[in-house]
C-alpha cells in the first residue's frame, strides 16, 4: 500500500491505515458507565472513515471501568485479580456496546485481546499482523484491548496508549488518534493549570514536550499525557504521525481528516516505508540463513518483491516462523533480510518448489511468500 508522509495537517487528508485509541476517561463519562452518546457518535465518524476508503482499527480501554459499574464498585480496586474479574466483566459490556452499533450501520466488529507475548514473540506477532490484515480486507472493524484477564503486572502494557502504538507498528498504520478527555497536549497539566496553551503540532521527537507532559492521569485513565507522548514515539518508529485529541469535540474524527487543525499533532521524523524498514532490522537477531538463486537475488534486489520459496536453493540456521533471517546469494552476499513465514524444517522442505506445490509439501499453508515484501529489508 502506497502511504504518503509530510508533516503537517493536510498529511492526514490522505491517510489510508488509521488506529484511533479510545481512552477510560473519554468512554466512560468520568465513571459513570459507558458513555452511550459517546460511542453513538464515535461509532458514527469510525463508521464515516471506513465510507471514505479509510482502514480503520479501533483500540478502546473501558473495561475494567464498565466491569466496575455491572459490578457496583465504587472504587477502583488496586489488587490484580480484582482488576481482572472487572475487565472480564466490562468486556463483555464493551464489546456488546460497540457490535449493536456498528451493526446498525451494516458493518461487522471483531474483538481482539492481546498481551505482551502477541507483540514480542515473532510468531504471534506475524499472526496477529495476517489476522488484522484480513479483517481490514474483509471490511470489519476491528476492536482491540489488552487482554486483562490474564497478563500479570509485570507484563501488562498498562495503558491503552502503548498498545494502540504498537498495534500502528503491528499493522503498518500511517496514522495514531488518540482521543481523550482534553482537546490535546497543552504545555502544562490543564487541569492544575487554567493558562496552559494547547500544543497544535510538533516534531515527535522534541526533549522539551517531556516537560510539558509530565502531569498524572486523570481518576479513571492509566496514563495521562506522558504515555501518550511515548506512544507517539513508538508509532513514528514504523513512521506514523499520532494526533492527541478532544474526543468530545464535534465530528472530531471528520474534521480531522479533513485536514482542520485540531488537538496536537506529533510528526514522525522518518517516511513510514523507511522507518518501518529500519525498525524490523534494528530490533531482531539473525536467526538463520536462506541461500537464493540467481533469478530471486535479481528480483529482491531490483523490484523490491516478496521472497518466493521456489527461489530458495537451501537454508541453514535454528529459526522459527516470524524470525530474521538473510537472504544469500550465489556469491555469499547478503541480498536482504526479513520476517519469515515459515520455521526452518518447513522452509527446507518447500526450497525450490512453486508456491502451488508449497501446501501438498506441508499439508498446510500459512502464507504463499517465504518473506512478505513489508516484512524485508535490503542490505
Ligand atoms: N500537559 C498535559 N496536557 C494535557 N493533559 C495532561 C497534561 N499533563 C497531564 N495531563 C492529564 O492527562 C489526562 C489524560 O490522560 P488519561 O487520564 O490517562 O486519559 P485516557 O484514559 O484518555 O488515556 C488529562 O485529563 C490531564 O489531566
Ligand atoms: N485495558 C484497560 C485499559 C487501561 C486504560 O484505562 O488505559 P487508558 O485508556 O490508556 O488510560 C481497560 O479496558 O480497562
Not at 482488576?83 to 472480564?88: T, Y
Not at 524470525?323 to 526479513?338: F, T, Y
Amino acid at each position: 500500500m502506497q502511504k504518503q508522509q509530510n508533516n503537517s495537517r493536510a498529511s492526514l487528508v490522505g491517510a489510508r491505515r488509521v488506529v484511533v485509541k479510545i481512552g477510560s476517561a473519554l468512554l466512560t463519562n468520568d465513571g459513570q458507565g459507558l458513555a452511550v452518546d459517546g460511542l453513538d457518535s464515535w461509532v458514527a465518524q469510525l463508521v464515516a472513515l471506513r465510507q471514505a476508503g479509510r482502514e480503520v482499527v479501533l483500540v478502546s480501554s473501558g473495561a475494567v471501568a464498565e466491569g466496575m459499574t455491572r459490578l457496583g464498585w465504587r472504587k477502583r480496586p488496586s489488587d490484580l485479580h480484582s482488576l481482572q474479574a472487572a475487565a472480564a466483566v466490562g468486556q463483555m459490556g464493551l464489546v456488546h456496546a460497540y457490535e449493536t452499533r456498528f451493526k446498525q450501520h451494516g458493518l461487522h466488529t471483531a474483538q481482539i485481546l492481546l498481551g505482551h507475548d502477541d507483540i514480542s514473540a515473532r510468531d504471534r506477532y506475524l499472526n496477529a499482523r495476517s489476522t488484522l490484515l484480513t479483517l481490514l480486507e474483509l471490511g470489519v472493524v476491528p476492536v482491540v484491548n489488552e487482554n486483562d484477564t490474564v497478563v500479570t503486572d509485570e507484563i501488562r502494557f498498562g495503558d491503552n496508549d502503548t498498545l494502540a502504538a504498537l498495534v500502528a507498528n503491528l499493522i503498518d498504520a500511517d496514522t495514531l488518534i488518540i482521543l481523550t478527555d482534553q482537546r490535546g497536549l497543552f504545555n502544562a497539566d490543564p487541569r492544575s493549570n487554567p493558562d496552559a496553551q494547547l500544543i497544535a503540532q510538533a516534531e515527535v521527537a522534541d526533549s522539551s514536550l517531556d516537560v510539558m507532559a509530565g502531569g498524572s492521569a486523570g481518576a479513571l485513565g492509566r496514563g495521562g499525557m506522558m504515555t501518550k507522548l511515548r506512544a507517539a514515539r513508538l508509532a513514528a518508529r514504523s513512521g506514523a504521525n499520532t494526533v492527541i485529541v478532544g474526543g468530545r469535540e464535534d465530528d472530531v474524527l471528520g474534521r480531522l481528516f479533513a485536514g482542520e487543525s485540531l488537538g496536537t499533532l506529533l510528526t514522525a521524523s522518518q517516511p513510514p516505508i523507511a522507518a518501518r524498514k529500519k525498525w524490523l532490522a534494528g530490533q531482531l537477531q539473525l536467526r538463520g540463513n536462506l541461500f537464493v538463486d540467481e533469478g530471486a537475488a535479481k528480483v529482491l534486489r531490483q523490484q523490491g518483491r516478496s521472497l518466493l520459496s521456489v527461489g530458495v536453493k537451501s537454508v541453514s540456521g535454528r529459526f522459527n516462523r516470524g524470525d530474521l533471517v538473510s537472504c544469500i546469494d550465489p556469491d555469499g552476499r547478503e541480498v536482504a533480510r526479513g520476517l519469515v513465514n515459515y520455521n526452518a524444517d518447513e522452509a527446507a522442505k518447500i526450497a525450490g518448489l512453486a508456491t502451488e506445490e508449497m501446501a501438498a509439501a506441508l499439508g498446510y499453508l500459512n502464507e504463499p511468500e517465504l518473506i512478505h515484501r513489508d516484512n524485508l529489508v535490503l542490505v
